[in-house]
C-alpha cells in the first residue's frame, strides 16, 4: 500500500452557522438580488427593476433634514464636555435617560395621548430585529413556540428562530374576513402545538400588520388578550408601523386596551418599537422593548448588552424627539403623505383590475392577483411572481413567503421611491395586465 | 484551591441536559466496556450513582428556577432612575405566595424561559454589585469626594480630552456631509457594516499593531461593540452543550457574552501566580483532556491577548503552541486584542495574524475580535470588530450581525475620525503616554503599601496582590477583602474569584477613570483598610 496522506478534517462549525433559517434563499431575499443586480434608476437604469419588496419610509426626510438643519448642535456635541463625557463613555445597557424618555413621550404621541409609558420600562435594542429575538430569547426555550397570525413578516422566521430554537406555530387568517384574527384560528394553532408536544409561550402579532397594511381591531386585540390570559402565556406586540397609520383615531394599541383594563394581567404583555419605519431612520439601528413586566424590562436590559445604541444616535434622538413641535408635525404629515400614497397606488391598481386588501396603515398595500392565477396555488403564484420579477421587472413579496395559506396575494411597498418611480411602477403593471388581457382574449 | 464552575443553564435547557446526562453515562461506561473486575460490584455502585443523579435531577428542577416572582403593581412608575435589579434568584416555589391582587392578575404570571434566569445568579456578583455601588454614589473630585472610587470597570478615559476636542471640531460635518443630506444615513445599510469603515478600521488595527501585519476589509464583520463579536463567534463554533477554553483568570463580561444565550460551556485552565498567570501548555493540555473525560466537546480556545483582568502578553512560542495544540485537536483558536492598541512598557504585542501571516498554519480556525471602545477610548459608540480566515463564518457572521449593528450616523463619524491620521497618530502616542505613567503610579504606589502587582504590559488595570490582607485563603476571605474594600474604604476593585482565578487574595484595579490627582486618594483608601486588616491579625 502506498504511502497515504492524512487529510487535515476541516475545523466544524455550529449547526446554527450552517443553518438555513436566515432564510435567505426564500424568494423573498431572492427578489432583492434580482434588484440588486439591475437596480432601476431614473436616469441611469430606467429600465431597471423596481424595488417594490423594501418596506422603508422615504416620503418624509426632508422634514429630518430641515430639523437637523435647524437644530444642527444636536448631531454634534453641543461643545459641552460634560455631554460628551457622558456621551462616549456610555456604555450603560440603561441607555442614555434623555433618550428613553423621548422614545416614551414619542411612542405616547403616536397615540394621540390615549396610552401613556414609563420611560423606565423602555429598553433600548439595535433596532426591531434585535428587539424581536430578544423578547423571544427570554420569553421561550429552545423547542418553545409562538403563534404568529399570517401572512406575517418573513424576516420573522429568522429573527424569532434561528438562534433562539423556537419554533413558530402559523394562525391561519384568510380573506375571508379580511384576514383577522379570530379566537378559532388561535385554538386551532394552539391544539396544533399540543398535539405535536410543543410547549406554546405566547402569541406575538404585527399592529398595524405587515403585510396587510392594516390595523388590527380594538375588539380583535381584547379577543386575543383573553386568549392569552387563558393559557397563562405572553402577548408581544410589535408595533413598528403605529406610525404609518393613515388615521391616528384607527390604529388601537394594546396599551390602551391594557389601560382600559387597569392593567389588570399587563405583565404578560410586551410591545416591540422602531424608528426605522415611522422616522424613516433604518440605517439608526433604533429598537426598543416595552415590558409590563418587572423581570422581563430587567432581564432585557442585561441582554441588550448585545445589541446596544451608540449613545451619539441616543442623543441626537432625544433632541429630536423631545421637541413636541416637530414631532407633532412630522406625524401628522408623514401621515398624510403616506395615506396619499396608498390612494395613489390602491386608485392605480383598481384602474387596471386589480383589487387590495382595504388598508389603513404602513408602506405597502396587500394585492390581491388570484384572479390571474392558473390554479390556486402556490406554484402558480411563485410562477406569477417569477413572470413580474422579470418581465415586468417589479420586485415585489409573494404572500407564500409570508406563509399566506391563500394563493395570489402579494404585498406591495410604496413609500421607498418617488411619486414619478410608483407612477412609472403603476405603468408597468398597466402594461402586464394589458398584455395578460390580450392573451387570455386570443385563448378564447 | 479550585473555585465552582459557574454553574450550567438549569435542566430544562437543553446544555444542561446534556451535561447530566453525560455525567450518568460515564460510570456506565466502565461497565459497558467491561473493565474492573468484578461486573456486579461495577454494577450496583453505578445504579445506585445512576439514580442518585435522577434524583438530583428531579429536585432540581422543583428549585423553580423558571418560575416567577409574584408580579409586582401594574404601571407603578418606581422612584429614582432604574427599576430595582431583580434579588438574588429566588429559588423558594412562588406560585404559592402568588394571590389575586386589585389591578394584579387574574391567575399565576406566566413563565419566562429558563435561559432568562440563568443570568441572574451571575448578575448578583461582587463585579456587577461593585459596578452598582459606583453608579449610585460616584466619586467626584470636588462635588461627592466621599463617594465610591471606581477601580472596577475597565474604561479609558485618560484621553478623552483628545477625542472630544476632535468631535466637537469635526462631529456634524462628519455625520450629514457636505450637503447635510440625510438619506445617506438614515436608509438601511449593509448589516455588518459600511465598507468604507471596515477599511478605516482594517487600516486602523494595522497601525495599533505597529504595521506588523495587514488586514483585509473583506475578512471583517462590523458589529455593535465587541461583545456581540464574541457571542456570534460562540453561536457559529459551537452548539449548546459544547464548551471553549479560556485561561484564567478571565474578565467577568466573558461568562455573559459567551455562555449566555448561546448554550455554551467555558472551561478555565487555571494559570498561576508562579508562572505569572501565564498560560502552560502543560495546563491546556490537562484540561482539555479533563473536559474530554467529562464528555464535554471541546470547539476552541478563547485567549484575550493582552490578557484582561492581569495584562499579559503572548509571546510568540505561545501563540504557536496554540496554534499547533488546535491544528492537533482540529478546533478553533479565538484571540480578542481588543486591547492591542493599550499597550505600555517594553515588550511588543504579537497579533495572532502576524503569526498565521509567517507559517503555513490552516487558517480557517483563527478568529480575532478587535473594538474601538477601549483603544480609542469610544465605548459609548458601539463598534466591535470579527476578523476571521474563514469564508463560512463570515458568511454567517455577516448574516447575524444585523442582530447587532452599528448605528450609521455613528460609522460616518468614525470613518472620518479615522482617516484623520495626523489626530489617531497623535492620540495613539498621548494615550500610551498617559497609560504607561498612570500604571506605573499606581505600582509604585501600590507597593509603597506593601501590595504587589503582577508585571504587566498591557490593559487598563494592575493585578494586585493582596493576599497578605485576607483573614483566611479562600474565597469567603477574598470576598470580606473585597466588601471592606467597598463599603469602608469606598473604593470598588473587581476580586479574583469574580474572574475565575483560582489563587484568592487577587484583585483587578483599573485606573484609567482616574486623573492624576485622584491617585492619592485612592491610595489613602486602600491604606486606611489595610491597616484594619494588619491590626486586626
Redesign the interface.
Given at each position: 500500500m502506498g504511502v497515504e496522506f492524512e487529510q487535515?478534517?476541516?475545523?466544524?462549525?455550529?449547526?446554527?452557522?450552517?443553518s438555513d433559517t436566515?432564510g435567505?434563499d426564500s424568494p423573498y431575499f431572492a427578489g432583492w438580488k434580482a434588484y440588486d443586480e439591475d437596480p432601476y434608476d431614473e436616469s441611469r437604469n430606467p429600465s431597471g427593476v423596481i424595488q417594490m419588496g423594501?418596506a422603508?419610509n422615504?416620503v418624509s426626510?426632508d422634514l429630518?433634514?430641515e430639523y437637523?438643519?435647524k437644530h444642527?448642535e444636536a448631531?454634534?456635541?453641543g461643545?459641552k464636555?460634560s455631554s460628551?463625557?457622558e456621551?462616549?463613555?456610555?456604555?450603560?445597557y440603561?441607555g442614555l435617560?434623555s433618550f428613553r424618555k423621548a422614545m416614551a413621550s414619542f411612542m405616547e404621541q403616536i397615540r394621540g395621548g390615549r396610552a401613556?409609558f414609563?420611560p423606565?420600562?423602555v429598553v433600548i435594542t439595535?433596532?426591531a430585529?434585535?428587539a424581536n429575538?430578544l423578547v423571544t430569547?427570554?420569553?421561550?426555550?429552545?423547542?418553545?413556540a409562538l403563534l404568529v397570525p399570517t401572512p406575517y413578516y418573513p424576516g420573522f422566521d429568522r429573527?424569532l428562530r434561528w438562534?433562539t430554537?423556537v419554533n413558530i406555530v402559523p394562525v391561519h387568517c384568510d380573506s375571508s374576513n379580511n384576514f383577522q384574527i379570530t379566537i378559532q384560528a388561535l385554538e386551532a394553532a394552539y391544539a396544533d402545538a399540543v398535539s405535536k408536544n410543543i410547549k406554546v409561550?405566547?402569541v406575538l402579532i404585527t399592529n398595524p400588520s405587515n403585510p396587510l397594511g392594516a390595523t388590527i381591531q380594538r375588539s380583535v386585540l381584547e379577543d386575543i388578550l383573553d386568549f392569552?390570559?387563558s393559557k397563562?402565556?405572553?402577548l408581544v406586540s410589535d408595533e413598528i408601523y403605529s406610525g404609518s397609520a393613515f388615521f391616528s383615531g384607527e390604529f388601537v394599541s394594546i396599551a390602551e386596551v391594557l389601560e382600559a383594563r387597569?392593567?389588570?394581567?399587563?405583565?404578560?404583555v410586551h410591545i416591540v418599537y422602531s424608528l426605522s419605519k415611522d422616522l424613516?431612520?433604518?440605517?439608526?439601528?433604533?429598537g426598543t422593548i416595552y415590558s409590563?413586566?418587572?423581570?422581563?424590562?430587567?432581564?432585557a436590559r442585561?441582554?441588550s448588552?448585545?445589541?446596544?445604541?451608540?449613545?451619539?444616535?441616543q442623543q441626537?434622538l432625544a433632541s429630536m424627539l423631545s421637541d413636541k413641535d416637530f414631532t407633532e408635525k412630522y406625524i401628522r404629515i408623514n401621515r398624510e403623505r403616506l395615506k396619499n400614497r396608498y390612494h395613489m397606488i390602491i386608485d392605480g391598481l383598481r384602474n387596471r383590475g386589480i383589487e387590495c386588501l382595504e388598508g389603513n396603515a404602513g408602506l405597502f398595500c396587500w394585492m390581491n392577483l388570484s384572479p390571474l392565477l392558473k390554479e390556486r396555488k402556490k406554484e402558480s403564484e411563485l410562477a406569477l411572481w417569477k413572470s413580474i420579477l422579470y418581465e415586468v421587472k417589479l420586485n415585489i413579496s409573494p404572500g407564500s413567503s409570508c406563509h399566506c395559506s391563500e394563493p395570489g396575494w402579494f404585498r406591495v411597498c410604496f413609500a421607498n421611491m418617488t411619486e414619478r418611480t410608483l407612477e412609472i411602477a403603476l405603468q408597468r403593471i398597466h402594461d402586464f395586465m394589458e398584455i395578460k388581457k390580450e392573451n387570455d382574449v386570443q385563448q378564447q | 484551591m479550585k473555585k465552582d464552575q459557574e454553574s450550567t443553564p438549569s435542566s430544562t435547557s437543553t446544555g444542561g441536559g446534556a451535561t447530566t446526562a453525560m455525567r450518568v453515562i460515564v460510570p456506565l461506561q466502565g461497565v459497558v466496556q467491561g473493565r474492573g473486575g468484578l461486573i456486579l460490584g461495577s454494577v450496583i455502585p453505578c445504579a445506585l450513582f445512576y439514580f442518585f443523579q435522577l434524583y438530583l435531577k428531579r429536585n432540581r428542577s422543583k428549585g423553580g428556577s423558571g418560575e416567577n416572582s409574584p408580579p409586582p403593581p401594574p404601571a407603578r412608575s418606581p422612584s429614582g432612575t432604574h427599576l430595582q435589579e431583580s434579588s438574588p434568584l429566588q429559588r423558594v416555589q412562588s406560585r404559592s405566595l402568588l394571590s389575586p391582587r386589585g389591578g394584579g392578575s387574574s391567575g399565576p404570571a406566566p413563565l419566562l424561559a429558563s435561559r432568562a434566569d440563568s443570568i441572574a445568579k451571575q448578575a448578583d456578583g461582587p463585579y456587577y454589585v461593585g459596578l452598582k455601588r459606583v453608579s449610585e454614589d460616584p466619586y467626584d473630585g470636588s462635588s461627592n469626594p466621599d463617594g465610591v472610587i471606581q477601580l472596577g470597570l475597565a474604561e479609558n478615559r485618560l484621553s478623552l480630552d483628545l477625542v472630544q476636542e476632535w468631535l466637537a471640531e469635526n462631529a456634524k460635518e462628519s455625520i450629514l456631509g457636505q450637503d447635510m443630506s440625510i438619506s445617506g444615513i438614515a436608509t438601511y445599510q449593509p448589516f455588518d457594516g459600511l465598507m468604507e469603515l471596515k477599511v478605516a478600521i482594517a487600516g486602523f488595527m494595522s497601525q495599533v499593531m505597529d504595521k506588523s501585519v495587514s488586514f483585509n476589509p473583506s475578512q471583517i464583520v462590523l458589529t455593535a461593540g465587541a461583545t456581540p463579536a464574541i457571542e456570534i463567534l460562540s453561536f457559529c463554533l459551537a452548539d449548546p452543550g459544547n464548551a471553549f477554553l479560556v485561561p484564567s483568570p478571565y474578565y467577568p463580561d466573558l461568562d455573559r457574552d459567551v455562555k449566555w444565550r448561546t448554550g455554551v460551556e467555558i472551561i478555565p485552565i487555571p494559570c498561576r501566580s508562579a508562572d505569572n498567570f501565564c498560560l502552560s501548555t502543560t495546563a491546556l493540555d490537562r484540561t482539555f483532556n479533563q473536559a474530554r473525560k467529562r464528555g464535554l466537546k471541546v470547539r476552541g480556545i478563547i485567549i484575550s491577548n493582552p490578557s484582561n483582568p492581569v495584562g499579559n502578553l503572548f509571546n510568540r512560542e505561545t501563540l504557536y503552541s496554540l496554534l499547533d495544540f488546535a491544528t492537533e485537536k482540529n478546533i478553533h483558536l479565538i484571540s480578542n486584542e481588543i486591547l492591542a492598541g493599550s499597550t505600555h512598557g517594553s515588550e511588543d504585542f504579537v497579533s495572532l495574524a502576524e503569526i498565521i501571516d509567517s507559517e503555513d498554519f490552516d487558517r480557517t480556525r483563527v478568529h480575532i475580535v478587535y473594538g474601538l471602545s477601549k483603544d480609542l477610548s469610544l465605548p459609548g459608540f458601539r463598534v466591535g470588530v470579527i476578523y476571521t480566515f474563514n469564508e463560512n463564518v463570515l458568511a454567517a457572521a455577516k448574516k447575524l450581525a444585523r442582530f447587532s449593528s452599528i448605528s450609521a450616523p455613528s460609522q460616518r463619524l468614525l470613518i472620518s475620525m479615522l482617516a484623520d491620521t495626523k489626530f489617531i497618530h497623535l492620540f495613539m502616542k498621548n494615550n500610551r503616554e498617559r497609560l504607561e505613567r498612570m500604571y506605573n503610579a499606581f505600582v509604585t504606589g501600590l507597593k509603597q503599601l506593601g501590595i504587589e502587582c503582577m508585571k504587566s504590559n498591557g490593559g487598563f488595570y494592575c493585578w494586585m496582590d493582596m493576599s497578605g490582607l485576607i483573614r483566611s485563603y479562600n474565597e469567603k476571605g477574598e470576598l470580606e477583602l473585597w466588601d471592606k474594600l467597598l463599603s469602608v474604604g469606598k473604593v470598588n476593585v473587581t476580586p479574583g474569584s469574580s474572574c475565575h482565578c483560582i489563587e484568592p487574595g487577587w484583585f483587578r484595579l483599573c485606573f484609567t477613570t482616574l486623573s492624576e490627582n485622584d491617585i492619592p486618594v485612592v491610595m489613602d483608601r486602600i491604606r486606611k483598610v489595610s491597616e484594619i486588616c494588619k491590626s486586626r491579625s
Open positions: 487535515q478534517p476541516s475545523v466544524e462549525l455550529s449547526k446554527v452557522a450552517v436566515h435567505e423594501l422603508e422615504q426626510f429630518l433634514e437637523l438643519e444642527s448631531a454634534s456635541f461643545n464636555i460628551f463625557r456621551n462616549a463613555l456610555f456604555q450603560d440603561h435617560q401613556k414609563d423606565d420600562r439595535a433596532g430585529t434585535a429575538e430569547f427570554i420569553l421561550a426555550n429552545p423547542g418553545d429573527d438562534r430554537g409561550r405566547g392569552v390570559i397563562n402565556i405572553h387597569n392593567y389588570q394581567d399587563s405583565e404578560r424613516g431612520l433604518p440605517g439608526f439601528r433604533v409590563y413586566n418587572d423581570k422581563v424590562v430587567t432581564t442585561r441582554m448588552s448585545f445589541t446596544l445604541i451608540s449613545s451619539q444616535t441626537l | -
